[in-house]
């Protein structure tokens, strides 16, 4: 009992505490810099959508609006089957270069980027969500890690922004920090396990078609690139912007949904498990498995410390009783300040 | 002080959305897939269904 006891508090401390500080330690000692360079390949901003008439608009502009050459830049929007009208919204931008790719199936996101990588013409790639905007220097920000060799991948960094367009404080916010904050040292260090969905880049040699019912695409194609042997690297510069969930619970269900996907990644890439065939074991062990253990690990530790009484353990039984006493005051706290899901911090903002 | 609740709650509900996900692994549950449909019941996990 002890020794359930005591393994799990010390593997939940490690994923949350002792893996950044080793990594913060692997950066001081086995830093590897990115070689940037002056680097100007064609580009493709690839864009798969749905339905999403109302803001396929603002995020073309978006994309015509960037610091990169025209004539080096192919805009392309891959449709999934969309029901309402977002097709015609994106043909309004046809005579000014923009290209589409109408799937009349809803197959899903990852059979929108096969068909859209098959269109695409640019020696790089950059993956988009129709939901986020760039920062004006976002691609050359991002193609300036491509001019090292080793480097196959870059993940930009997405800003979440709460309803005042400043980035957000909120909790949900505090973790995205300190998510970014692994990511970056991971990046240092060799390679980031996934890279973000809303703008992260590639060589288009590198990718290979998707599984359709692939549930991390931003995850699945960085791993492959590092299986082949380059670097999937983090880049601060090249900014993504985004807003908050409207509520924990919202996050919640996004959360479900790439969880889901980290556990399908086991069964996708079991390689993945193999130390000596993943260069970034590691990071993965840590970072992506360490994270679906805890909860269970967190259960274990709580029925454990139920039947060790006395001493130490009645204090960090108080302890965790106190933890999630608040985590049930905290779910009070949100439930009476809850937003109806269905309305996003943008149309808060439409309609203030 | 709102933070001293918050914190506890955001990091119980993402545990628990390790739970569900895993649940949702192993029932082999494809709307999960679907961003909208998951997003919208959200509120309910349970009440989705094929």
């Known amino acids: ?352 | 002080m709102k933070r001293a609740f918050s914190l506890p709650y955001s990091f119980v509900l993402m545990n628990w959305a390790a739970v569900v996900a895993f649940y949702y692994f192993v029932s082999g549950r494809k709307d999960v897939w679907f961003r909208g449909k998951l997003a919208h019941s959200h509120k309910s996990p349970r009440r989705m269904s094929h």
């Open chain 1, 1 to 352: 009992m002890e020794t359930v006891f005591w393994l799990s508090l010390v593997v939940v401390i490690y994923v949350y505490f002792g893996y950044p500080l080793l990594l913060s330690i692997a950066c001081k000692v086995a830093r590897r810099p990115v070689r940037k360079g002056d680097y100007e390949p064609s580009v493709t901003i690839l864009i798969a959508a749905h339905n999403e008439r109302d803001r396929i608009g603002r995020r073309i502009e978006n994309c015509l609006w960037l610091d990169y050459p025209k004539k080096k830049l192919q805009i392309l929007v891959s449709l999934d089957g969309p029901t309402d009208g977002t097709e015609f919204a994106v043909w309004k931008y046809a005579s000014r270069g923009v290209e589409m790719v109408h799937s009349k199936a809803h197959i899903g996101k990852p059979a929108a980027l096969n068909a859209g990588m098959r269109r695409a013409r640019g020696q790089v790639v950059v993956f988009a969500d129709a939901r986020q905007t760039f920062s004006h220097n976002a691609i050359r920000r991002l193609v300036a890690n491509l001019a090292d060799p080793e480097v196959g991948g870059v993940c930009g960094e997405l800003i979440l922004l709460d309803e005042t367009s400043s980035e957000t404080k909120s909790d949900v916010g505090l973790y995205w920090k300190y998510e970014k904050w692994i990511r970056s040292m991971e990046s240092e260090v060799h390679s980031l396990v996934g890279a973000t969905g809303a703008i992260y880049a590639i060589r288009r040699e590198l990718y290979s078609d998707l599984p359709e019912d692939t549930l991390l695409d931003d995850v699945v194609t960085p791993m492959r690139i590092v299986f082949a042997g380059k670097r999937v690297v983090f880049d601060a510069g090249a900014k993504a912007f985004d807003d908050v969930s409207c509520c924990p619970a919202a996050e919640f269900a996004r959360k479900v949904r790439t969880l889901t996907g980290n556990y399908q990644l086991l069964r996708q890439m079991p390689k993945l498990l193999v130390p000596w065939s993943n260069p970034v074991f590691c990071q993965f062990l840590s970072h992506k498995l360490g994270r679906l253990l805890v909860p269970f690990l967190l259960i274990g530790l709580f029925v454990t410390n139920v039947f060790l009484w006395g001493g130490i353990y009645s204090w960090l039984l108080i302890a965790q009783c106190c933890w999630y006493f608040f985590a049930v005051a905290g779910h009070f706290v949100a439930i009476r300040n809850v937003v109806p899901p269905a309305v996003t911090v943008e149309e808060q903002r439409r309609a203030a």
